[in-house]
């Protein structure tokens, strides 16, 4: 690499090509290509990883056997426990509290303030987090947050674009009340004090975003995600509710029929710890860190897909696991930010996506699976992509357009996260268009519950990212924060009311993972494989083959 | 180019460095930094993070996101032959040769706790939680030391004056490091000022638009639950045509 000369932090070569862009950009001003048919739809989704050929397969056990999922996934639910029925005591509980969240990102939180603002005492409740309170995919949301507040919108234009974006797979009661609460949410946002971009008459700024047909994008510059969490977080700390970290759930406990608690072990001591709860909250979000397809990710370290996996070794019902969300734009240079987000809004604020002879080729806003398809298709199958020095392909991203029309500053004041990450490689994303390519962005299927957060099994409730059904196959923009927030809230609320009908503590057992090894041999399953992982492993893979456990 | 039946597999090749892990024979340069003051050699152009696994760390702390929103990643670093201590996110730096490097998992601040719902935006708020914000020296190390090149002993003047807005507005992209905190003289813990100024500017002084709280109002006056329940109960085809009607606004 280092014969390369380097302009502007690109390498030579790729100069000359972003030499084109700049000079068709004010050609480009007015022009958007058209948005796609629904036929041409289908036929550029043939190209996306969900769809292309390979990649999944069937489940082999459990409730929802036979449904497709990911091989990545498929590998963890065909996965042995990590502690095995007889190995240890969990009859003594080291926390006995009436509710156990697990996860705190936006979804667990929220939840953890609801079930106290419903009336369950901050000492009756117990947060826990395998790493940092707020080390969560919640911290890292930069778009936004929908809500149909403005006059011309309505919840009911809400739920069509959500609903027609993800092809009509929804769950529709609980789509209607993620609708249906958003405004209030945003209203909640702001008696906490949360920071929402204002016009200068003080109405939010709202823009659009993919498959929208209205603006309704709530964002905090950004750094929407990190707003909405720290305030909420600055909130809970504010009501002394009790929280553990670096203490990751690695199995649920269950009376045979009820969840009853959970094991938690400490990723520092290597000891375990048992909680007793009457209801729990499972919040532990998504799992880019998976990496379906080898794709890199935009997700946090921690996600890894362990709710899904500890709820369906206890019989919890999931759904639509056959699909992922790609971004369509994530990072694709400079090696160091390979996959991490740029948001959509950058697209909703003009940025056009450019092959390399600078045309724009697509509309920029579908929905995101056909946005990511069609970027695969531009690179993979027309050959039109730009090539890195690491042999990645990607199509650029013109982010100077942002300036040419909204003015001067615009980035550094709507985007200063993106500028920021970009300039600390000393690229000017101002100036010169950024290179993109799709990355592994959301997990669209879950843990299936109803309107208040309950699953099929007693004492468990999901919210956030680890749900499935509310966006059915694939997620709008600004839909997911909603989401947590609005199925946060529910599930805090319903968890109380259940508590005060005054439920009894249950045996503490995990007596359900004998079963689960019993379906795991009847199904031949012969494999080493254990999960939850908890975290993903990087390490070089020189010091790998040296590795010894002699200590 | 691929086959259109293994553009997957090409995909995939071309991301596995990032994805599975560094492998030595693809690196043509190197470096050496300094571990917890142990010598490493490492590929030139990972980031901090990357070179620290690439040696052989698995992290447990300090490592969130990744991406330079969470602030658990905070680093201490010195370069060879030049004696001032310089600081970094991880995830969002560079290696550069000769890299003396730490990491700070944990800064134990003190912070408050408080009623949001009874203050009022201005100096008593911050007084009665913080006292000890007037302390501050105007040595500007905080500022030096923020990674998100936030203007730092700004915000606590800014503070110090009561101004909550712009206290507010000049630390809004603060990750909460707690970098500043670990190099005041003066001991504060200026993130956590920064937030409860963040809270009462957002409550207090920039109201919730009339259109919204109308908004909430007619919702729960029930006006949109006839055409919602409505569409939970229309068929697919009947959904489809009306998704492909709907007009759409201009972003
Ligand atoms: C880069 C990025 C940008 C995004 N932008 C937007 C956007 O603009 N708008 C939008 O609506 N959505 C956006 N999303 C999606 C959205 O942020 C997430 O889907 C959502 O915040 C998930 O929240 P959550 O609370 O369900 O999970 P998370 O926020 O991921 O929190 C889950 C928590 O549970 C913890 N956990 C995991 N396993 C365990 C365990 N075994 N035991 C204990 N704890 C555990 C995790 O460590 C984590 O802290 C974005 C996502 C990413 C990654
Ligand atoms: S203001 Fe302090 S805590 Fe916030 S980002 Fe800067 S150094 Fe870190
Ligand atoms: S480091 Fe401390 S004393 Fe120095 S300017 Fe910042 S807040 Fe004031
Ligand atoms: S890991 Fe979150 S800021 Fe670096």
Not at chain 1, 65 to 90: F, R, S, T
Not at chain 2, 32 to 54: C, D, H, N, S
Not at chain 2, 91 to 115: K, S, V, W
Request: net charge neutral; glycine share 10%; aromatic share 8%.
């Amino acid at each position: 690499m280092a014969e390369l000369k380097f302009i502007g932090g690109y390498p030579e070569y790729m100069r000359k090509h972003i030499d084109i862009v700049n000079s068709t950009r004010a050609q480009r001003k007015d022009f958007t290509p058209e948005a796609m048919t629904m036929e041409q739809r289908d036929e550029v989704l043939k190209l996306h990883p969900d769809y292309a050929p390979g990649g999944k397969r069937a489940i082999a056990l459990g409730p929802n056997k036979g449904d497709m999922a990911p091989n990545e996934v498929a590998d963890l639910l065909e996965a042995y426990p990590l502690i095995q029925g007889n190995e240890m005591d969990v009859s003594k509980p080291d926390y006995t509290v009436d509710l156990l969240v697990i996860g705190g990102g936006l979804a667990g939180t929220t939840a953890a303030v609801w079930a106290n603002d419903t009336g369950i005492d901050k000492n009756k409740i117990l947060l826990v987090n395998k790493l940092r309170h707020g080390d969560a995919n919640s911290i890292m949301a930069e778009g936004g947050t929908q809500a149909a507040d403005r006059e011309d919108d309505s919840p009911d234009r809400h739920f069509l674009d959500a609903i027609g974006g993800g092809h009509f797979t929804n769950k529709p009661d609980v789509l209607k009340e993620l609708v249906k609460d958003a405004p209030f949410i945003m209203k909640w946002l702001c008696d906490l004090g949360a920071m929402i971009d204002r016009e200068k008459d003080n109405s939010f700024v709202e823009k659009g975003g993919g498959g929208t047909s209205r603006c309704r994008m709530h964002a905090c510059k950004d750094y929407t995600g990190l707003e909405e969490l720290r305030v909420i977080r600055d909130e809970f700390r504010n009501r002394e509710i009790p929280y553990l970290e670096y203490l990751p759930v690695v199995e649920l406990l269950t009376d045979g029929n009820r969840v009853t608690g959970a094991v938690l072990y400490n990723l520092e001591t290597g000891d375990y710890k048992i909680v007793q709860a009457k209801a729990t909250i499972l919040a532990t979000g998504g799992f880019g860190r998976l990496h379906v397809r080898g794709f890199p990710t935009t997700n946090h370290y921690g996600a890894t897909c362990d709710g899904v996996v500890l709820a369906y070794r206890i019989g919890a019902k999931l759904r639509d696991t056959d699909t992922v969300q790609y971004h369509p734009t994530g990072a694709a240079y400079p090696q160091q930010i390979i996959g991490l987000l740029l948001t959509e809004k950058l697209r909703s604020m003009g940025a056009q996506p450019l092959n390399k002879d600078g045309e724009a080729f697509v509309f920029p806003l579908e929905p995101r699976d056909v946005e990511a398809s069609s970027f695969i298709r531009e690179c993979y199958v027309k050959d039109k992509g730009i090539i890195t020095p690491t042999g990645m392909r990607g199509i650029w991203l013109d982010t100077p357009m942002i300036e040419l029309k909204n003015g001067k500053g615009t980035i550094e004041k709507s985007f200063p996260g993106m500028f920021r990450m970009f300039q600390r490689f000393d690229l000017d994303i101002r100036k010169d268009p950024v290179l993109v390519f799709p990355t592994l962005h959301y997990q669209n299927g879950g843990v299936e519950t109803d309107p208040w957060g309950k699953t099929n099994i007693a004492g468990l409730w999901v919210a956030g990212e680890v749900s499935g059904g509310v966006h059915g196959k694939n997620r709008l923009m600004g839909n997911s924060t909603l989401d947590c927030l609005v199925f946060g809230r529910r599930s805090g609320i319903s968890t109380a009311e259940y508590l005060k009908s005054n439920p009894q503590y249950g045996k503490l057992s995990i007596d359900h993972l004998n079963n689960y090894v019993k379906l795991l041999k009847e199904a031949g399953i012969e494999t080493s494989r254990k999960a939850p992982v908890l975290l993903p492993d990087y390490r070089g893979k020189a010091v790998l083959a040296r590795m010894i456990d002699i200590f | 180019m691929p086959e259109k039946d293994n553009i997957m597999d090409a995909i995939a090749e071309s991301n596995k460095s990032v994805v599975t892990g560094i492998d030595e024979k693809d690196i043509e340069h190197w470096i050496t930094i300094w571990i917890l003051g142990r010598e490493y050699k490492v590929p030139a152009g990972l980031t901090i993070m990357q070179a620290m696994e690439f040696s052989g760390y698995r992290f447990v702390r300090s490592c969130g996101c990744r991406a330079g929103f969470c602030g658990a990643c905070t680093t201490v670093y010195r370069i060879e032959g030049d004696y001032r201590l310089k600081t970094a996110m991880a995830c969002q730096t560079r290696i550069e040769e000769g890299m003396y490097l730490t990491q700070i998992p944990f800064t134990p601040a003190e912070r408050a706790n408080y009623d949001i719902n009874k203050l009022a935006p201005g100096i008593e708020a911050l007084l009665t939680n913080y006292p000890e914000i007037l302390r501050c020296l105007g040595c500007n190390a905080c500022t030096k030391a923020c990674p998100q090149d936030i203007d730092v002993m700004e915000y606590i003047a800014a503070g110090k004056r009561g101004d909550v807005g712009l206290m507010a507005e000049l630390s809004f992209d603060c990750i909460q490091c707690g970098l500043c905190a670990i190099r005041c003289p003066a001991e504060l813990a200026q993130y956590n000022y920064a937030q409860l100024a963040r809270r009462l500017h957002g409550k207090y002084e920039t109201p919730i638009p009339g259109y919204c709280l109308n908004r909430v109002k007619e919702i729960e006056s029930g006006k949109f639950d006839a055409e919602l329940d409505k569409l939970v109960k229309t068929s697919n085809e009947e959904l489809r045509k009306l998704y492909t009607a709907r007009d759409i606004e201009k972003a």
